[in-house]
C-alpha cells in the first residue's frame, strides 16, 4: 500500500470497491492533501487548478458525512457555472454509486424554474449549483439547509469574478454555524480571503507544491508574431499544419468569436463558437458537440469558457494575448492534463509583446519563437471531427436513459456499440454522439424505429458541420 492509495483513507468497502471500477488508482496530490483533513471533519482550504481532481476530493469527503436515511439536503456546492455544475453533479453521481439512492439535483440559472422546484419538493441529499439560483430558491423557501452539513465552494475566485461574492455570503448566513466547509480557488485575491475569515472554522490550508509547474511541463509551447491583418487567418494555418483533434481557441472579444467563427467555417473546418451572447439551450448545444468530438474547434472567450474542463484537449490557441496573465497560465492548462502531452500555440502583435513579457516573467521562461512563413501544411485531407451528434426530442421528462438509446442504435437500428460516443440526456432532449460516416443513416432509422416504445424526431445538430462536408 503507498501513500497515496485510497485504501489507507477511513472509507467504506463499498466506497473504495467503487472507486477502484471507476478506475480510480491513485489519489492525486490535492487528493492527498485535503482528503484525509476533510474526512476528519476539518474545514479545508485547498489551492487546486481545474484537472486536479478537487471534484472527487471533495466529492468523496460529503458523500462520507452523508446519511442515506435521511432524504433532506446534506451537502450544497457553489459552482461559477452552470457547466461546470453538470460536471460536479455528474462526477458526484458516479461516486455516489457506493451508496443507495443518493439523489443529487442540479440547481442552475438558464433552466426552467418549476420542474427544479417539483424536484425540491421531493428531496434531496445533496444540491449543486449557480450562487444566483440558490439565493433564489432560498428566498421562495424552496430550498431548506437546515439539515446540511456540508458546503462546498469550488473555483471560488471565478466566482468573485462574476460578481457573486454578496450571493456566496448570503447563502453562507443561511447555512448552519455547526458544518463543515470546503473551499476550493486556483488564486487566493482578498475576496477569498475574506469569505475564508467569515464562514469557516480554523481551515486547513493545502496547497500542492508545484502544481501548475508540473503540468506545464508537458505542455508544449510555441508564439507567432502577426499583425491584426495577418491574426484570423493564422489560425487555420495552425490548424493544418499541427492538425489537432480538438482545440479551444481563446478570444478577447466576442466580435473577435464571431469573426474567426466565419473564417474557420468559410476555409472547411467545424467550428463553434462560445461566448456571452449565446441563449443557453445554444451554449449547452456548444458545449455537447464539442465535448463529445463533434466539433474540432471551440471559439471561446475567457468569460464563456469559464468552469470548461474539456477531457483530452489537445490544444490551445491564443489567438489574442490576454491582458492578464494568470489567465493566459489558465488557458493553457486546459491541455497536458493527466500528463499527456499537451500544445499550446499563441499569437502575438508587436503591442502586445509588453504582456508576454509580462507572462515570460510568471512562467519563469520564455516563449518559443516560430515564423508564421514556416507553418506547412500537413498531409491528410479536411480537418474534420470524427464525430456527428444527433439531437432527439425527448430526456429525462420521458424516461429516457441513456441505456435506452444506446440499445436502440445497436439494436434495431444495426449499429455497433463502436460507432457510438457520448450520450447526453437532458430534462427535453437527447444527444447521442455517432461515427460521422454514419450520421445520417443513424437519423433514418432511428426516425424509422421506436424508443421506448414510441416514434421519436431525430436530427443532427450539424447546421455549420454541413458547410465541410
Not at 139 to 145: F, K, M, S
Request: include cysteine; glycine fraction near 8%; charge should be neutral.
Amino acid at each position: 500500500m503507498t501513500d497515496t492509495a485510497f485504501s489507507r483513507l477511513p472509507l467504506s468497502p463499498a466506497m473504495l470497491s467503487n472507486l477502484e471500477q471507476l478506475g480510480y488508482a491513485q489519489m492525486t496530490p490535492i487528493q492527498a492533501a485535503s482528503l484525509p483533513l476533510a474526512l476528519a471533519g476539518h474545514d479545508v482550504i485547498g489551492e487546486a487548478q481545474t484537472g486536479s481532481g478537487k471534484t472527487a476530493a471533495f466529492a468523496i469527503a460529503l458523500l462520507h458525512r452523508l446519511r442515506a436515511d435521511l432524504n433532506r439536503v446534506q451537502a450544497l456546492v457553489l459552482c461559477p457555472t452552470r457547466e461546470l455544475a453538470d460536471q460536479v453533479t455528474q462526477e458526484i453521481r458516479r461516486l455516489a454509486r457506493a451508496a443507495d439512492n443518493i439523489k443529487v439535483l442540479s440547481l442552475c440559472g438558464g433552466s426552467p424554474m418549476k420542474p427544479q422546484i417539483e424536484s425540491l419538493s421531493f428531496g434531496a441529499h445533496i444540491a449543486v449549483g449557480t450562487p444566483g439560483r440558490l439565493i433564489d430558491h432560498l428566498e421562495r423557501d424552496t430550498l431548506d439547509l437546515s439539515a446540511l452539513n456540508t458546503l462546498v465552494l469550488d473555483e471560488a475566485d471565478r466566482m468573485l469574478d462574476m460578481g457573486f461574492l454578496e450571493d456566496i455570503k448570503a447563502i453562507a448566513r443561511r447555512a448552519p454555524a455547526q458544518r463543515q466547509t470546503l473551499l476550493f480557488s486556483a488564486t487566493f485575491p482578498e475576496g477569498v480571503k475574506d469569505i475564508a475569515a467569515k464562514f469557516m472554522r480554523e481551515p486547513q490550508t493545502v496547497k500542492v507544491a508545484g502544481a501548475t509547474s508540473a503540468a506545464a511541463s508537458t505542455i508544449r509551447q510555441l508564439a507567432y508574431e502577426v499583425t491584426e491583418a495577418e491574426r484570423l487567418d493564422a489560425v487555420p494555418r495552425l490548424l493544418r499544419a499541427f492538425r489537432p483533434e480538438s482545440t479551444i481557441a481563446f478570444c478577447n472579444t466576442k466580435q473577435q468569436c464571431r469573426d474567426l467563427e466565419a473564417v474557420l467555417a468559410a476555409q472547411g473546418f467545424v467550428a463553434l463558437a462560445l461566448h456571452g451572447d449565446l441563449e443557453q439551450r445554444d451554449r449547452d448545444q456548444v458545449l455537447i458537440q464539442f465535448a463529445n468530438r463533434s466539433a474540432s474547434v471551440l471559439v471561446a472567450t475567457d468569460v464563456a469558457a469559464r468552469g470548461l474542463d474539456i477531457a483530452n484537449l489537445a490544444c490551445v490557441i491564443n489567438v489574442d494575448i490576454s491582458a492578464d496573465v494568470e489567465q493566459h497560465v489558465h488557458r493553457i492548462g486546459r491541455t497536458g492534463r493527466a500528463g499527456a502531452d499537451g500544445l499550446a500555440l499563441s499569437l502575438a502583435s508587436l503591442d502586445e509583446m509588453g504582456r508576454v513579457g509580462r507572462i515570460e516573467q510568471l512562467q519563469g521562461a520564455e516563449f518559443q519563437w516560430q515564423p508564421l512563413d514556416g507553418l506547412k501544411d500537413a498531409p491528410g485531407g479536411p480537418l474534420l471531427p470524427a464525430m456527428d451528434t444527433l439531437q432527439i426530442l425527448g430526456g429525462r421528462k420521458e424516461k429516457i436513459r441513456p441505456g435506452d438509446i444506446l440499445g436502440a442504435l445497436t439494436g434495431e437500428a444495426g449499429f455497433s456499440a463502436a460507432q457510438i460516443g457520448k450520450i447526453n440526456v437532458t430534462d427535453f432532449h437527447s444527444y447521442v454522439a455517432i461515427e460521422r460516416s454514419v450520421a445520417r443513416e443513424a437519423v433514418k432509422r432511428l426516425s424509422q424505429g421506436k424508443l421506448k416504445g414510441r416514434k421519436v424526431k431525430v436530427r443532427r445538430l450539424a447546421d455549420l458541420s454541413d458547410r465541410a462536408d
